[in-house]
């Protein structure tokens, strides 16, 4: 008999991994391909053929039934806590709310493991753990046994917010294949996800060019220099002390190829979820373009555009309900179409530029090194305006985006 065949081309798998949790005979694994990017595999010595793998996958069978019902542009009052968000903090004030009523939350952490970099899926119980959920985690999370961890929570009667790339939000529903009223989701605008395991190669080639022992720390958004694409990297010496150094994304090659679409996965670039149609009950992102769809805001104190500023799109009667209990957010009713003006993801998938196929290749070929290189060679233009621009402190610089955006 013909083996199962969980998918025909790459273009049809997200890597959510619900075939993975649901397989009754564990006999699906998820493997990397060449580029790091992981696909299911059937142990065919172990399957049954039951097809259950093949009835959960929502990428390719799914349907997605919520549009917008409100939308609103927002930040957490909690300064702090707003700070240690990419975002207005939005994810942490709707996880915290979970969690004070014995909740539990997942959502995607950045573990490090003898200076690794570990990007997966975790449940939070404790207030004092979300931190490990905040801030955006640019690479893709690997699900691992989420679904089936969320699962018994939602059985047990448990209240559960599951977050997460739009693609993993849908892959929980296929999983699940059935509704819960005590489930909550929250999707993120996502533009793609580049594969954990060039992450980690980017990071441990500069563990090598800084000649440092390993990377303890990284945030892709770090707002001390302001909301934008700022990173952090927390190094520790040779000799036992930290450093930690302050990198805008345009200054390495890994960030730029991620704002340019050069090294996202296959099937991002024909993304389903890529419109107005949401699989999560709310949709978080940043509000970018606020200083021209809604520049009454702006005089409100709270909403700083130097701390960043969220939007909120919630698609059904469950993110209403949870968007209720909400406290310490201001909150302030906008349109779709003034949320998507600068978000391009709301309306279409990533373009696919012909430059991925070049970087893809040269990855393969010659490592992250090779890539770095190449970064280094081509990019000298932006590497020059970027170094001064950010020499410049925080007031001038916002000043001379507004110029530039005039
Ligand atoms: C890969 C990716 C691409 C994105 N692209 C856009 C975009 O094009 N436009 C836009 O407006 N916003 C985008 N976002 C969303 C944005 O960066 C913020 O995550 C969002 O606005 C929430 O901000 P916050 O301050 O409320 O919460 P934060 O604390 O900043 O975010 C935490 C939330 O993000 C989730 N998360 C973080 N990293 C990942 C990951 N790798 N995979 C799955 N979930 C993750 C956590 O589970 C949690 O729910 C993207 C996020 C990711 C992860
Ligand atoms: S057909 Fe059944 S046993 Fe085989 S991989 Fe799929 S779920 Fe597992
Ligand atoms: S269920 Fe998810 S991981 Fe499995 S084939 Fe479908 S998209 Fe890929
Ligand atoms: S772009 Fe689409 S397919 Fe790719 S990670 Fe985001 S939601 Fe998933």
């Known amino acids: 008999m013909m083996g199962i065949i969980l998918f025909d081309e790459k273009t049809k798998c997200c890597a959510c991994g619900a075939c993975k949790n649901i397989c009754p005979k564990g006999a699906i694994a998820m493997k990397e391909d060449e580029y790091g990017f992981l696909y299911p595999q059937i142990d065919e010595k172990k399957c049954v053929q039951c097809g259950i793998c093949k009835k959960v996958c929502a990428y390719q069978n799914g349907q997605v039934k919520n549009t917008p019902i409100k939308c609103y542009a927002a930040v957490n009052k909690n300064k702090v806590e ?16 979970v969690l004070k009523e014995g909740g ?13 970099a570990h990007p997966h899926h975790i449940a939070v119980r404790e207030i004092s753990q979300l931190y490990r959920l905040q801030g955006s985690k640019y690479v893709q999370s690997a699900i691992e046994n989420t679904y089936e961890e969320a699962k018994e929570e939602l059985n047990l009667g448990k209240k559960v917010l599951f977050s997460g790339t739009p693609c993993q939000i849908a892959g929980l529903y296929g999983y699940l294949r ?22 980690d190669d980017f990071l441990q080639n500069e563990t090598n060019k800084r000649n440092v022992k390993k990377i303890k720390e990284y945030i892709f958004r770090d707002k001390k220099r302001g909301w934008g694409m700022n990173g952090k990297i927390r190094f520790e010496l040779k000799n036992g002390s930290e450093k930690t150094v302050y990198i805008p994304a345009r200054l390495t090659s890994y960030n730029t190829f991620f704002l340019d679409g050069f090294n996202y996965r296959e099937n991002c670039y024909s993304c389903k979820y890529a419109n107005s149609k949401r699989p999560g ?6 509000y970018w373009g606020i200083e021209r769809e809604n520049p009454e805001l702006l005089k409100n104190k709270e909403y700083d555009i130097e701390n960043g500023i969220s939007c909120i ?5 469950n993110g209403m309900k949870i968007m209720q209990n909400i406290i310490n957010l201001s909150m302030y009713e906008t349109q779709f179409e003034k949320i998507a003006n600068k978000n391009g993801q709301l309306k279409y998938p990533s373009k696919r530029p ?16 090779g890539v770095d290189e190449y970064f280094y060679r081509n990019y ?7 170094t001064v621009f950010n020499a410049f402190p925080i007031g001038v610089r916002l000043k001379i985006k507004k110029v530039l955006h005039k």
């Open 178 to 199: 059935r509704e819960y009223e005590n489930l909550f989701t929250v999707d993120v605008i996502c533009h793609g996800v580049p594969s954990a395991k060039m992450f």
């Open 281 to 286: 009950d709310i949709t978080l992102g940043d």
């Open 380 to 386: 000298k233009k932006q590497i020059i305006v970027h």
């Open 104 to 116: 539990v939350v997942f959502g995607a952490a950045l573990d490090f493991e003898d200076g690794h």
């Open 354 to 369: 012909a430059k991925r196929e070049q970087i893809m290749k040269l990855y393969f070929q010659k490592g992250y090194r």
């Open 82 to 97: 707003l700070m240690k968000s990419a975002s207005g903090g939005i994810f942490v004030a709707v996880a915290t709310s």
């Open 313 to 317: 799109i919630v698609n059904s009667k």
